[in-house]
């Protein structure tokens, strides 16, 4: 049996109240859930949430799956707090490098066929769907990926996009032109044939990060995140596998030549989106589901939506430098377009050429900060005061104009002019000392007192 999300619920909620809270009222699936994760996060709390009760739905609800860094990696098995990232990164890359092929499991082997609604018992209002922040058009499915065939070869893909609840029975898909739901979207009405789609909410946490793969056939990649072939099942009205222990499956079909709009939305860089976007439509066909299924839910307009993909963006990213620059130290690819690079700079001009990488490497960097390797990038004070104390700015910024961009950028300035892009100016913060003569000395304070000193035992409680 493939591990699934109740697996990993148990398992953070195991590693201590940090990772794990409950919320013990009935919470109003308008703006509510959001709140709740919005005001831990102000306290610095990013732990997953889990809601028993949603009015309007029997189902209960879990949020900030991907909250934080040590959830992505409790969600690869790994103890955040015995390993460093870089052993992280190892696991990952083992997890990358492996594929397995799913393999077919009988129905009664599919908890995710305990619940059946089909044809005109469907009904998306026994799902605790969320109508996250107050300007969004509607309710969305926020943390499902969706699983489509190419129809040329019959392979599945799956990516996570955004549904808007239009119906009982209706949802909006809305998929960006470059991604390969959009491909086979074009190619089936190249082919004048419906697409079909099964919409797949709530898995192991493992499976989720692989549904976001690229370049790869994510099926096979979930099978190496997880370390055994994902276990599928038949779906019920469509023709295409889908993942035996999933907590909820949302079967529909696509007319890919008819065009929705939905939006606005609140989006992962923190805002709403300009205009309605283009998006297809889903007649829903069958909704399937354990019998306690837990809806999954992902709040878009908060800091896990950078999140989800940052464990590969970031391990690709560290690689890359780490194969040109011996002296790397870290990277943090933090979310909202900014990475930080720390290393030991060698010769003049290495933190410019490692800042010129990260900007080159990643659509998400558009903003780069290299800092010295006395410098912790995971605390953004003290990047701050490395930028202000010395970055020299008519000799430490580096402006590159016209650079293929992050979707969704509020300021990219292609689209409007063009109908391509999104374009944009990458920049490169040199925030690291000179090399070839010495610098003042960064105060620290004395490390064995430091060591020794134990703060309770020395303050009044
Ligand atoms: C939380 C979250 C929400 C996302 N929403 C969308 C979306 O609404 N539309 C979209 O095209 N991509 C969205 N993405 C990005 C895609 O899931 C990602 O690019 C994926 O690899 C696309 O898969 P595909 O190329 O196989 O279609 C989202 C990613 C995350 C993590
Ligand atoms: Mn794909």
């Not at 020299?392 to 910024?397: F, G, I, P, Q």
Request: proline share 7%; charged share 25%; aromatic share 8%.
């Amino acid at each position: 049996m493939n591990p699934n999300l109740r697996d990993f619920l148990r398992a953070v909620r195991e590693t201590g109240p940090g990772n794990y809270v409950e919320v013990t009222q009935p919470l109003d699936p308008y703006l509510e859930v959001s709140i709740i994760q919005h005001k831990l996060a102000a306290e610095g709390r990013n732990p997953v949430i889990y809601c028993p009760e949603i009015k309007g739905s029997s189902l209960p609800l879990v949020t900030n799956m991907f909250g934080s860094f040590d959830l992505l990696a409790w969600g690869l098995g790994c103890d955040p707090h015995a390993m460093t990232r870089v052993e992280i990164y190892d696991v990952l890359r083992g997890k990358l490098a492996r594929r397995e092929d799913p393999v077919w499991v009988a129905e009664e082997k599919a908890p995710v066929k305990e619940r059946k609604l089909v044809g005109e018992a469907v009904d998306l209002d026994v799902l605790p769907i969320i109508h996250n922040s107050r300007l969004d058009a509607g309710k969305y499915v926020s943390a499902g990926f969706t699983i489509a065939r190419w129809p040329d070869t019959g392979v599945p893909n799956a990516g996570i996009y955004r549904h808007m609840v239009m119906g009982r029975n209706r949802l909006g898909c809305m998929i960006n032109p470059g991604n390969d739901g959009a491909y086979i979207a074009r190619r089936c009405a190249e082919l004048g044939k419906p697409m079909e789609i099964a919409l797949v909410v709530g898995h192991h946490s493992a499976v989720l990060q692989a549904s976001l793969g690229k370049g790869v056939v994510e099926f096979d990649l979930m099978g190496g995140y997880l370390g055994e072939p994902l276990e599928v099942v038949k779906g019920e009205t469509v023709d295409l596998p889908v993942p035996a222990e999933a907590e909820i499956v949302i079967e529909g079909t696509i007319d890919p030549t008819v065009m929705a709009t939905d939006g606005p939305y609140a989006e992962y860089l923190g805002y709403y989106g300009v205009g309605d976007k283009p998006c297809y439509v889903i007649d829903v066909t069958a909704i399937t589901m354990r019998r306690d299924a837990i809806y999954h839910h992902l709040d878009s307009a908060h800091v896990e939506h950078n999140l989800a993909p940052a464990m590969s963006a970031e391990m690709s990213l560290y690689d890359r430098l780490r194969a040109q620059f011996p002296t790397l130290k870290a990277v943090n690819v933090m979310g909202w377009l900014g990475t930080y690079v720390s290393l030991r700079q060698r010769v003049p001009g290495e933190g410019k050429q490692a800042g010129l990488v990260a900007v080159a490497t990643d659509n998400y960097a558009k903003t780069a900060v290299v800092v010295d390797d006395d410098v912790d990038i995971y605390s953004e004070r003290e990047v701050t005061w490395a930028i202000n104390t010395r970055m020299v700015a008519d000799e430490d910024l580096l402006v590159m104009p016209g650079v293929k961009g992050a979707h969704l950028d509020p300021v990219s300035y292609n689209e409007a002019r063009t109908g391509r892009g999104p374009m944009t100016t990458h920049l490169v913060i040199d925030a690291t000392r000179p090399v070839e003569k010495e610098f003042e000395k960064k105060i620290e304070p004395d490390p064995d007192l430091w060591r020794k000193i134990d703060l309770e035992a020395y303050l009044k409680p």
